[in-house]
């Protein structure tokens, strides 16, 4: 699992996920060890390192010298997105093809991505700056069919208003734990640099769901999660990625070109 040191960090996420999730080495979940090598990756990057400038988004503890390497990197005449365009969530769309995507939501202060789910995926997420706060679910008994009627089932919870301050660790969900139902909220300015394997196809069984959620006052920790709409007001915005170019294995089909 040895990475090129001359490599910008997106370089060497990519590859990696690309190794360890892509259709042909794909065997199953990824392992432990594999897990942990993404994580290592995701907790060595900052916003600059895909090309977003925190600016005063961001403590001074966030802001180490360590992106100073991709810099070095960085053709001259790099441009930065900044903090301050994000007015509403915003996902900056870097990578995806059939077996993983690698984005990152922008979020200003006060935002929130509703509770949503991610069916059979590994999501790894690495906070860049800023602080958000979690909830999240899995469900107690096997994921609601994704066909046919609005999805609902009972929920264990995993977190509840749980805050995440950077610099932290990444974090990863699973298909069955780790709190793949979740709903996001910005309590500062904030960014998530997200893994999905694989990404959202509705045409595959994986859509994109949100939920309501009920608590079970008889249940204590538990609660029933009901498919909801989204307000008629929602809307994610899209950002170009102006980061590091990525050399990408142009055997995988793409959805993005």
Not at 193 to 210: I, M
Request: with cysteine.
């Amino acid at each position: 699992m040895a990475m090129d040191d001359h490599q910008s960090k997106v370089q060497r996420l990519y590859d990696a996920c690309d190794a360890v999730f892509s259709s042909g080495n794909k065997a199953g979940l990824p392992t432990l060890t594999q897990i942990r090598w993404l994580q290592d990756l995701l907790d060595g990057m900052e916003a600059r390192d895909v090309g977003i400038d925190a600016g005063s988004g961001c403590s001074g503890s966030e802001r180490s010298s360590s992106s100073s390497e991709d810099d070095d990197r960085s053709p001259p005449g790099r441009r930065f997105l900044s903090v301050q365009a994000f007015t509403r969530i915003t996902y900056v769309h870097v990578h995806e093809c059939d077996d993983f995507s690698i984005g990152v939501f922008c979020f200003p202060a006060g935002a929130t991505l509703p509770l949503h789910d991610h069916p059979q995926m590994v999501v790894l997420s690495k906070l860049l700056y800023g602080s958000m706060r979690v909830k999240s679910y899995d469900w107690a008994t096997a994921p609601p069919p994704c066909s046919g009627p609005r999805k609902s089932g009972l929920a264990r919870v995993v977190a509840v208003d749980e805050v995440r301050e950077a610099p932290c660790k990444a974090s990863v969900l699973f298909p069955r734990s780790g709190g793949n139902i979740h709903s996001l909220t910005a309590v500062t300015p904030c960014a998530l640099l997200d893994v999905l394997a694989p990404p959202y196809a509705e045409e595959l069984g994986r859509p994109s769901t949100y939920f309501s959620d009920i608590p079970v006052p008889s249940l204590p920790g538990f609660a029933v999660l009901e498919e909801a709409d989204l307000p008629d007001d929602f809307r994610v915005a899209g950002a170009p990625y102006v980061g590091p170019e990525l050399t990408v294995d142009m055997d995988t089909i793409y959805r993005y070109n």
